[in-house]
């Protein structure tokens, strides 16, 4: 079964109902499914107008838009395959991943990608055609044509081809963290046994009902399986080109479902915390005992016990005083709100529990179709990365390894059989990277990645991402890297979050300068070397950041410091920056 194939059923029964929604002219607007079903088609006949038929690769290079889900489908309805780029790799990346893939044609959406996808289209290659999502990008006539054009004269009725389970539906480049970026195949199946086992496994109800925003990369195998899954089960799913508008966008689609990374929580909890710190006697001790009030009902639904009514009446009062006012800045009506990507510590998901606000942790990878576990509504584990979704299998292995099978799992990495043959066990299991244990009641809690585990001169094991995930839940710190292998002691990069520290220097009557000065002042120094002993309290010796730099910006998507889900690339960053490193043991 080709798993676009609910379009047809969904527009039977949604007809006239939103099935997508986008911004145009500072307005959101919606597109009906009859109206979503039409511009597939249209688009689908067009393709196969230039020649494109089953397997015929197609790629997109875009940030998330209405025209990104609707040529994705279209490809797919046409049994050819889609080839996703994050819309923030550069020119020569792009070209990398158009070659391998032996890609067609590509979507373009804004100006800097259809110039380098122009200059790749005049090197000799696959690349046929560049489709161009939006009429104000500047096109030169040399096989270019605005995606409207492309479709105006096409046919809106179309049979969508017939797949089995096992063909190829996308090939997804990992943006990876080492290493040159490989080609994960999924099936349709992966896609459509995925959809099947989030619905055993949730039980939604009334799911046509949901409204979620994407706002991660639809790139990304997370997103676009979410996407993908909402559409597949009627919900609508409005789409944020801009994510720098993300604040705006809840307060203006008001979603009931949006998956996230870790980041984005860890922004909220430290905002809200910090914000609380600087207030009043009384407002501290009103939201203490709203966030008490907050966790001891969360608790007792957690393990499915009765709520006593006098707790119910206690929260409504937090909520009215508390939590509202946080819950209206994310729109208000956030309900189910999956994350993965990255570990989440347990005081970020108890937090927003507290909040009534529920955070579903996950875990998965590119070349599982995203979840391999999730928190279920009850019984989940804080801390852990939750229990297994459909036919997944899990186990531990070899330097305790996490490993899989399942209908989720890849079909191996495109034109690469020997790189395919290293994440296998001779007996089918695919081999994670990930360190991790499982607890008797199938609780799934990840230790890290077995590439990142540190050892440190004296012969100490230090793990990254638990320090890291401690650190950066404070409202002053964006990011932290660890730095410990083969060194006497921990040591950490550290971006510092700048909004918050611009509003701290002023308090202290510090000029502003440039943030290279800034972050050399022996003053803000001080102030981090005193957070990181309160934040590092609770660690073990040799765990704690002895010494750290301040960074003056951000590490880029762009220089290939972070990739696009914001996992730092530990290789490029302590390459990039290892005279700053060497100087923090010189001494």
């Known amino acids: 079964m080709n798993l676009v194939e609910f379009l047809n059923p969904n527009t039977e029964k949604f007809n006239s109902k939103p099935a997508i929604g986008f911004k145009k002219a500072d307005k959101w ?82 100006q800097e990608q259809y110039d380098a996808a122009f200059e790749i289209l005049n090197k000799e290659g696959s690349l046929q055609q560049i489709i161009v999502a939006k009429k104000s990008i500047w096109i030169k006539k040399d096989r270019s044509i605005y995606l409207e054009d492309f479709i105006k004269k096409e046919a809106e009725t179309f049979d969508i081809i017939s797949k089995e389970a096992d063909d190829l539906a996308t090939i997804i480049y990992t943006s990876g963290t080492t290493g040159v970026p490989k080609g994960v195949m999924l099936s349709h199946g992966n896609f459509t046994e995925c959809f099947q086992a989030h619905f055993d496994f949730f039980k939604f109800k009334n799911f046509e009902n949901e409204v979620s925003l994407a706002f991660l990369p639809l790139t990304h195998v997370f997103e676009r399986s979410w996407t993908l899954l909402c559409l597949y089960g009627g919900a609508k799913v409005c789409f944020l080109e801009n994510t720098k508008l993300i604040a705006h966008a ?226 002053y710190i964006t990011q932290a890297m660890v730095v410990a292998e083969g060194k006497p002691y921990v040591t950490a990069l550290i971006i510092p979050n700048f909004d918050a520290l611009k509003d701290w220097i002023e308090k202290m009557d510090i000029p502003f300068t440039n943030w290279q000065e800034i972050v050399n002042s022996e003053t803000v120094k001080e102030f981090y070397r005193l957070k990181l002993d309160e934040i590092q309290k609770g660690l073990s010796g040799f765990e704690k950041v002895k010494k750290f730099v301040l960074m003056p910006s951000e590490f880029e998507i762009g220089t290939g410091e972070i990739t696009p889900t914001l996992k730092v690339k530990r290789n490029v960053v302590l390459n990039k920056y290892s005279a700053l490193i060497d100087n923090m043991y010189a001494s």
């Open 29 to 110: 607007k919606d597109l009906s499914w009859r109206d979503f079903r039409r511009m597939v088609f249209k688009t689908a006949n067009a393709l196969k107008s230039l020649g494109i038929s089953a397997d015929d690769k197609v790629a997109i290079y875009s940030d998330n838009s209405a025209e990104w889900i609707v040529f994705d489908l279209a490809i797919l309805a046409l049994g050819a395959v889609t080839v996703p780029i994050y819309s923030t790799n550069n020119g020569e990346q792009a070209e990398y991943i158009l070659k391998d893939s032996g890609s067609k044609i590509i979507l373009v959406g804004n």
């Open 250 to 475: 809840l307060t203006e689609v008001k979603p009931t479902m949006m998956c996230a990374v870790p980041r984005f929580y860890q922004k909220i909890y430290a905002g809200v915390n910090e914000m609380v710190a600087s207030g009043s006697d009384t407002k501290k001790k009103i939201f203490n005992w709203a966030i008490k009030t907050g966790s001891e009902l969360a608790e007792l639904k957690r393990v499915e016990r009765k709520v006593p009514l006098s707790l119910q009446f206690k929260n409504n009062i937090a909520n009215l005083l508390v939590f509202n006012k946080i819950k209206n800045k994310m729109g208000g009506r956030l309900w189910f709100m999956p994350c993965g990507g990255a570990s989440v510590s347990p005081e970020v998901t108890q937090f927003f529990d507290a909040l009534g606000a529920h955070v579903t942790v996950g875990y998965g990878l590119t070349e599982t179709t995203a979840t391999l576990t999730a928190f279920p509504f009850t019984q989940y584990q804080h801390g852990s990365a939750g229990i297994s979704l459909g036919d997944t299998q899990l186990k531990i292995g070899e330097n305790n390894e996490i490993l899989a099978k399942g209908s989720g799992i890849m079909k191996g990495y495109y034109q690469q059989p020997e790189e395919t043959a290293k994440v296998f066990t001779e007996d089918g299991w695919f081999k994670t990277g990930d360190a991790g244990l499982i607890d008797e009641k199938g609780n799934l809690t990840i230790t890290d990645r077995i590439k990142d585990l540190m050892k440190t001169s004296n012969g100490k094991y230090v793990t990254p991402q638990p320090i890291e995930n401690l650190l950066s839940n404070d409202n």
